[in-house]
């Protein structure tokens, strides 16, 4: 079975500041990896993701996040915060039919 | 293309009351998922069709019915609301299911109070 925990329900940035949220997954196969972003009162959105290749995956808004199979590890970064980025933010993995997500972490962007 | 649509934004409901969520997608997908979304919880998913004309389980199915209307269209029904029930209901869908590079769309979703 597959299962993601997401280390922190809320981060709080400064503008400009880097931005990481941590994802560690477990899987018992090849992991696809996802993450999801949800602005208020709106559906999730995706990212990037992960399936094979290279593990640094560049996705939308500047956002990039990098698998790391010996630490079971899918932490999202970017380099310099934006006041449009405060978001809930969820990673999730995929296996068989579904996606599993994690309980998700809420980012704050302050000036 | 609107993508995926639900219906509808928000309900308040007693309890023992019915209703059904009806969520409609127009990228030609064949699978199709409910999920409900609760504080400190993430997603969770409900029900999921694969394909036209199958439904199968997922993690918390008690309490909701589903059904595949047809390629579009997947309803949620809720035939005895309980307050339990009171959460964010997001409808996705994606283009095959276990095609594990797929990325799953998601509707706006449905506010639901159970009192």
């Known amino acids: 079975a597959q299962s993601v925990t997401q280390l922190g329900s809320h981060v709080s940035v400064s503008e400009g500041a880097l931005v990481l949220l941590r994802c560690n997954y477990s899987?018992?196969?090849?992991?696809?990896l996802f993450w999801y972003v949800q602005y208020p009162n709106q559906g999730l959105q995706l990212l990037l993701k992960?399936?094979?290749?290279?593990?640094l995956v560049k996705g939308i808004n500047g956002f990039e996040a990098e698998f790391k199979k010996s630490e079971t590890s899918f932490h999202l970064t970017k380099p310099s915060a934006h006041m449009s980025d405060a978001a809930e933010y969820f990673c999730?993995?995929?296996?068989?039919?579904?996606?599993?997500f994690g309980t998700g972490t809420q980012l704050k962007v302050e000036l | 293309n609107a993508g995926v649509t639900q219906t509808p934004k928000f309900q308040v409901l007693k309890t023992g009351q019915s209703m059904t969520l009806q969520c409609a997608q127009d990228m030609n997908h064949n699978s199709m998922y409910w999920y409900r979304q609760d504080p400190g919880m993430g997603l969770r998913l409900i029900y999921y069709?694969?394909?036209?004309?199958?439904?199968d389980k997922g993690e918390v199915p008690n309490g909701y019915n589903v059904s595949r209307l047809n390629k579009r269209e997947f309803s949620l029904r809720l035939e005895s609301a309980a307050p339990s029930q009171t959460s964010v209901y997001f409808c996705?869908?994606?283009?095959?299911?276990?095609?594990?590079?797929?990325?799953?769309?998601f509707g706006p979703g449905t506010r639901l109070l159970v009192l």
């Open positions: 992960y399936t094979t290749g290279a593990t």
């Open positions: 069709s694969a394909s036209e004309g199958t439904t």
């Open positions: 996705a869908s994606t283009q095959r299911a276990g095609a594990h590079q797929e990325t799953q769309y």
């Open positions: 899987s018992s196969v090849p992991p696809y």
């Open positions: 999730a993995v995929r296996g068989g039919n579904k996606l599993t």
